[in-house]
């Protein structure tokens, strides 16, 4: 695999890499994953090179007809060379003119190109990741990754690299051409390109990584902006607008003086460049002088020497600017890289273990005991094992913490168990393909997932190929149709980034429409009610008890009332399955059960 995607970690991206480790990494090496994304358009890719050495070309030709007519071309009776020296010139600039403009357009859009390929592979990349990777990964940041970092990687591939290319061919083509003008002042040149090229090599390592650090910087203040916005509502309700704005303004501060830092090396780059650069061309031209006075050089051959040596002197300045754009660059590339190689830690097997088509839904959990990655030796779960039927109707029952929640989130392979197994129809969930287990199941979450989209588009989040009649067939199910008439657009209202403009209830009736259409034979529902008042729980609790016929339920309640009539109840405490029965035999045994119930329906009359 190539450098960007090869596999080699299963963590978040750390941004706290430490300078020594910046300082190891600083080299271009990063870039080289742009490698099979620009193969892939290796046409146009060709076309652009093409494109590149023809503008070289016509750019070295013209020192050549400025020579001729400096030696040949200004006595009375060449009038008719130096007309012909002058339609050679409009034709070369002709030919500069297409092939300058060709390299734009296709570097351009070659560029636009690949960065959109890229987005598209991190963004995949990203949505096959796991719980351990989500537990400490921050959005604001991915999205950094996702859009800043690329647009950085867009410039290089796109205007940094053809210009850096042009310019090498300038400057390899404006040596040669130096060389063979003049072999006594191309020595001179010769002898000062060392002292012009290694302060540059050394200057663009220290530009990478301060343009690292400045993106690092800015993907926290970013990071911060997003989460601040997700939660504005809670920053308003408590006052603390002026901390959060002191706190971004930190962050931004920060990214500012990181970008001045990475901006300063950059001009000082640029500043040696120049100087070196132009105090070679002096001296050179003070040699090429002294040449002609004595006699032993032409003006013409001083001028075309000139010439080309202004062009690889430009040439070379222009290569210190785009050096360091493309360390830039290569630190973006770096980042997107640390994203492509994260490999989740719940993987499909080489080979999976296919699953039926619908499975009747009987669920086992044998010996599961399982630490979340952030808390490794803190066991949520302690060698739990039950049983669930097909069809049946299970609850489980328990204080905060008690571990409801990640049985719900191991059955999904969100995570795999450290130990033990779970199995669907008997086969290890572990042996097949996380996709097809899922589909699967059908989660009510108690923490709602609404996207910026229309109702109808919500709830077809359930299944993706279902008929508008199917979707609000769901949603009448679900008593979503009961506020979607009062809607300005009806089922094609936009509900607002997160579900912004609907209640908690309305929200929640999505959910569980989304549910109802995924029609899987597995139903997990989490405090599916908790979030409606009265009315709306009553005619939700009607739909979910027409949807649970026939497929086999787990449910999560904290409210004791919403699982009376639950098949069985599996009570758990500190990641163990300590009691189990119906509700009367729950009660009648007098354990944490019973506690719970007391305090629960005593509370309630």
């Known amino acids: 695999m190539h450098a960007l995607t090869q596999a080699d970690t299963s963590t978040a991206p750390n941004n706290d890499a430490s300078e020594g480790s910046r300082r190891r990494k600083a080299n271009l090496k990063p870039l080289r994953g742009l490698a099979p994304y620009l193969s892939r358009y290796r046409g146009r890719v060709a076309a652009a090179l093409v494109a590149i050495l023809v503008a070289a070309l016509a750019t070295l030709a013209l020192p050549l007809a400025v020579r001729r007519m400096i030696d040949f071309g200004f006595a009375a009776d060449h009038a008719a060379l130096v007309d012909r020296y002058f339609a050679v010139l409009v034709a070369v600039a002709a030919v500069l003119a297409a092939a300058s403009a060709a390299r ?7 560029g636009e190109r690949v960065v959109s390929d890229l987005r598209t592979a991190v963004f995949a990349r990203l949505v096959t990741l796991d719980g351990a990777f989500y537990d400490t990964a921050r959005s604001g940041e991915l999205t950094s990754r996702l859009t800043a970092d690329t647009t950085q990687l867009k410039s290089a591939v796109g205007a940094s690299a053809s210009t850096a290319l042009r310019n090498l061919v300038l400057c390899v083509g404006g040596i040669a051409m130096m060389v063979v003008t003049s072999p006594r002042l191309s020595a001179l040149v010769l002898v000062a390109i060392p002292v012009i090229v290694l302060p540059l090599v050394a200057s663009g390592r220290k530009v990478r990584r301060r343009t690292r650090h400045a993106q690092d910087t800015l993907a926290d ?20 607008e002026g901390a959060a704005r002191a706190r971004f303004d930190g962050a931004v501060e920060e990214a500012f003086t990181a970008a001045q830092d990475a901006t300063r090396a950059r001009a000082w780059l640029t500043g040696v460049a120049i ?46 600017e785009t050096w360091g754009e493309v360390s830039a660059a290569a630190g973006a590339a ?94 290890d969930i572990g042996t097949a393909d996380p996709v097809d287990v899922r589909r699967q199941i059908a989660l009510v979450p108690q923490e709602v997932a609404i996207f910026a989209d229309t109702v109808r588009a919500n709830i077809r989040l359930g299944r993706p190929d279902a008929t508008d009649a199917e979707v609000e067939a769901a949603g009448q199910a679900a008593a979503v149709d009961e506020f979607v008439a009062r809607l300005p657009q009806g089922w094609d209202t936009l509900v607002g980034e997160r579900g912004v403009t609907l209640s908690g209830g309305q929200r929640q009736r999505i959910v569980i429409a989304r549910a109802i259409l995924r029609a899987a034979p597995i139903l997990l529902l989490d405090e599916a009610t908790s979030a409606l008042d009265a009315e709306s729980e009553t005619l939700v609790q009607t739909a979910l008890e027409r949807s649970m016929e026939g497929r086999t339920t787990l449910v999560i309640a904290h409210r004791l009332a919403t699982v009376l009539e639950a098949d069985r109840i599996l009570v758990m405490e500190a990641g163990r399955v300590v009691d189990e029965g119906t509700h009367a035999e729950l009660v009648a045994k007098g354990g944490l059960y019973a506690r719970l119930a007391q305090l629960q329906f005593n509370a309630a009359a």
């Open 104 to 110: 734009y357009y296709l570097v351009t859009t070659l």
């Open 221 to 240: 203040a970013s990071a911060y902006a997003a989460e601040a916005l997700n939660g504005m509502r809670a920053l308003q309700s408590s006052s603390a």
């Open 275 to 320: 100087f070196l650069v132009t105090a070679s061309i002096v001296a050179v031209l003070w040699a090429g002088a002294q040449s002609v006075l004595g006699g032993t050089m032409s003006s013409g051959a001083l001028s075309q020497f000139v010439l080309y040596a202004v062009l690889a002197a430009a040439s070379l300045g222009n290569l210190s």
């Open 334 to 427: 770096e980042r997107i890289g640390e994203l492509l190689k994260v490999e989740p830690q719940v993987r499909t097997p080489a080979q999976p273990v296919a699953l039926p088509a619908r499975l009747s839904g009987a669920i086992r959990f044998d010996e599961v005991s399982f630490a979340y990655p952030t808390r490794a030796d803190d066991n949520a779960l302690h060698a739990v094992s039950f049983t669930v039927r097909p069809g049946e109707r299970v609850a489980l029952v328990g204080p905060s913490g008690a571990g409801k929640s990640t049985v719900f989130q191991l059955l999904e392979r969100f995570y795999d168990p450290q130990a033990g197994r779970i199995l669907l129809d008997e086969i």
